[in-house]
């Protein structure tokens, strides 16, 4: 019993919590502990002092756990004050700059086509890449002879053929012109729209790659007109391209418009160059073609509009002078952090 009182103590003069430890083992460990074997011993005795020994023994247990408490919690107070005093942090230490990351030039750039279109009350639509010969070609007044089909252009999707719908004919769409059908087909006019995305072809060379991004717009009203087209156009362009950009409108001919315009704008670059040399076409614009508007539903007689189909990667080479389309695909870093 003495033997016990004595540890008492020495939890009260232990140094730290491995003394600590050590000593709850003494006392409480299930073979060996002080107090394990003492009230293993009670067994020999005869019953009245076995009462009296028994409580005796729980009121040690009592004292000792909690004196094994409170030291614990002593000697934690302490070691976390003598962090605090002894950890300093010196808050007016200069880090060096963490490396920052940021948009590639192409979301980048599509990201501001859709606000400033969006400020021009465009909505933004997208669809599917995948997309059936009807939207990509047949809806958009595109007949089965027009070279755009020809195979040198298009991917035609054969091989997961057994995936898709069997009655229909599948490609890499070959241009976002694929949204017109989709939206025009399944909303009412008046509307706006604005629909970039990735577009395919069988194309690869410097200026050429065989994935690239258009931006297709498209406005349906009651009296929607070229006035209303180059006004729209220019104005984006302008913000998106440059304000002293100077633009041209020349006629061309897409089976999905009538009359149709390609847009050229003159860039600022080597004084060497004719005039007539810098200029370059951004894409193709029109008064969207009766049929078209049939085929989706909508009274040619009552609404009109116009759609244009722009390239995402050329408006880019121009501004940063880069000359390798490629570049834009690589995810080379030393290219990439230069913009
Ligand atoms: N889809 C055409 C192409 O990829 C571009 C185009 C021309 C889109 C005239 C239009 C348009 O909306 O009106 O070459």
């Not at 939890?11 to 394990?36: C, M, N, P, V, Y």
């Not at 919690?73 to 962090?83: C, I, P, V």
């Not at 808050?91 to 980048?108: A, M, S």
Request: hydrophobic share 35%; proline share 6%; net charge negative.
């Amino acid at each position: 019993m003495s033997d016990l009182a004595s540890y008492e103590a020495k939890i009260q003069s232990a140094a730290s919590a491995a003394d600590l430890d050590a000593l709850e083992l003494e006392i409480f460990s299930r073979k060996h502990g002080a107090l394990t074997l003492a009230m293993k011993d009670l067994t020999a005795l005869p019953p009245a002092e076995k009462v009296k020994k028994g409580q005796e023994l729980n009121r040690s247990k009592q004292t000792l756990t909690d004196a094994l408490a409170t030291r614990r919690n002593e000697l934690s107070q302490k070691s976390l004050g003598a962090l605090s005093s002894e950890d300093k942090l010196d808050v007016t230490l200069e880090l060096p700059p963490k490396p920052r990351g940021h948009l590639h030039l192409i979301p980048e750039f599509i990201r501001q086509v859709e606000e400033v279109f969006g400020r021009m009350g465009f909505e933004v639509a997208e669809g599917p890449e995948l997309e059936s010969e009807k939207y990509n070609f047949n809806d958009l007044n595109i007949p089965d002879t027009h070279p755009a089909r020809d195979s040198q252009d298009t991917f035609w999707i054969s091989d997961i053929k057994e995936k898709l719908p069997p009655d229909k004919k599948f490609v890499m769409r070959t241009h976002t012109s694929n949204m017109q059908i989709r939206f025009a087909s399944t909303h009412k006019p008046p509307f706006r729209i604005i629909c970039p995305g990735r577009v395919y072809r069988k194309d690869s060379d410097a200026t050429h790659s065989p994935m690239f991004h258009q931006f297709e717009g498209m406005m349906v009203g009651k009296d929607v007109s070229l006035a209303n087209l180059k006004g729209v156009l220019v104005t984006a362009m302008r913000e998106l391209i440059g304000r002293d950009v100077e633009f041209r409108f020349r006629t061309g001919f897409f089976p999905f418009v009538e009359p149709g315009l390609e847009m050229d704008m003159m860039w600022q670059g080597d004084e060497s160059e004719s005039r007539e040399g810098k200029w370059l076409e951004m894409g193709g614009c029109g008064m969207v073609h009766p049929n078209v508007l049939k085929n989706c539903g909508i009274d040619p007689d009552e609404w009109q509009g116009f759609a244009f189909g722009f390239g995402v990667e050329r408006p880019l080479m121009i501004k940063h002078q880069i000359p390798d389309l490629r570049s834009f695909y690589h995810g080379d870093l030393r290219f990439l952090r230069q913009f």
